[in-house]
């Protein structure tokens, strides 16, 4: 094959075998690529992060804050960094972090963090469905232990089950420490299934039915939750709003019950203005995984005029985060994860509570500029809107 990729066998994560790979595109595309590889990371620490490596995308990152955060796990101020390429994305996100701050800060609490397998069975007819139901809720205590065997730092705490027919289907829910968990719970639940089926007559299991929802927007993940559950709550003052958004706490909550009104007709799952926005930008900084955007980015808001002041309070209830595996180790997402001190053990929950308060930021932000007629001119004060004409 001509355009076979050169591969390094004794070391496929070495500077010279990126080279390869580089001159190779190079002379099949006739172009020179001559900044993927530039980069002061070595790319020997992606090993286990990405194969075929041909360098690094080296996407800009700006800060924000100080962000006031009141949580059960994060506490104090908080610089933010955002990584993206859209022109007044991380001004309008700053203005939001001092709206808040100036405010008293937000309060933010993580209530639920599970994440799920959901295996199922085949079973001969519906009456050994039901029967499956009720021989795995009596043998569920000992379920945990083999799938506790698995792991030091997860362990299976409850399930869901739904029958349809002779199938059922069993959404587990594990608790995962500080690791975003998909790997330690497709391992236990692995075990568990082997178990299953040596002492229950099943036909058939699959270790994954969908019913997880990993990785797309859901209705029951929305509902039941997956990965971190966080809300955030934040009370806007009237000088606030006045002298830093230039509006009303009238104005904004009107504009929410509109939009409400529009995404309803629109399908939109979840109300929220663009907490992907923030989101995507938290998640590229800080080395997430960019898949989960699409279950983690559905929010809710509530907003209530209280006087002449505007309570705002934000849901996320499929928040899927991480401070320990996959990439946020690599080195500048751990340097950026550094910045708010969530990198490591122990320091998820106060991720999920910082990027909750982040993303509400944004949210009373956009909505300011909204009602108050700068969105427009904020993209063209901030951003590209006009392609270069050089």
Known sequence: M???????????????AIR???????????????????????????????????????????????????????????YVPLSTTEGALVASYHRGARAITMS?????????????????FVLENVFKAAEFIEWFDSNFDVLQKIAGDTTAHGALESYHSFIQGRIVFIRLNYSTGDAMGMNMATKATHEMCNYI????????YVIESNLAVDKKPSAINTILGRGKSVTAEAFFTEKVLSRLLRTTATEIDLAYKRQVAGGLIGGV????????????????????????????????????????????????PSLIIATIGGGVSLPTQKECLEIMDCYGDGKAGKFAEIVAATLLAGEISLAASLVAGDFVSAHEKYGRNRPDET
């Open 269 to 316: 799952l979840g109300s929220s203005g663009h907490v992907a926005n923030g989101l995507a930008a938290i998640f590229l900084a800080c080395g997430q995984d960019m898949a989960n955007l699409s279950e983690s980015c559905v929010g809710h808001i509530y907003t209530e005029v209280t006087g002449n002041d505007l309570y705002v309070s934000l849901n996320m």
């Open 104 to 120: 008293g800060g937000a309060n933010v609490l993580l209530y639920r963090d599970m994440i799920q397998r959901a295996p199922l």
């Open 197 to 204: 089926d040596k002492n229950f007559a099943v036909e058939r």
């Open 20 to 78: 390869g790979r580089i001159e190779k595109l190079s002379t099949l595309n006739g172009r020179p690529l001559k900044y993927l590889e530039q980069s002061a990371v070595d790319p020997e620490l992606t090993k286990g992060n990405i194969e075929n490596i041909i360098g690094f995308s080296q996407v800009p990152v700006g800060i924000i804050g100080p962000l006031a955060v009141n949580g059960s796990h994060a506490r104090g101020e908080f």
């Open 2 to 16: 001509s355009g076979q990729l050169p591969k390094n066998r004794q070391n496929d994560y070495s500077r010279e």
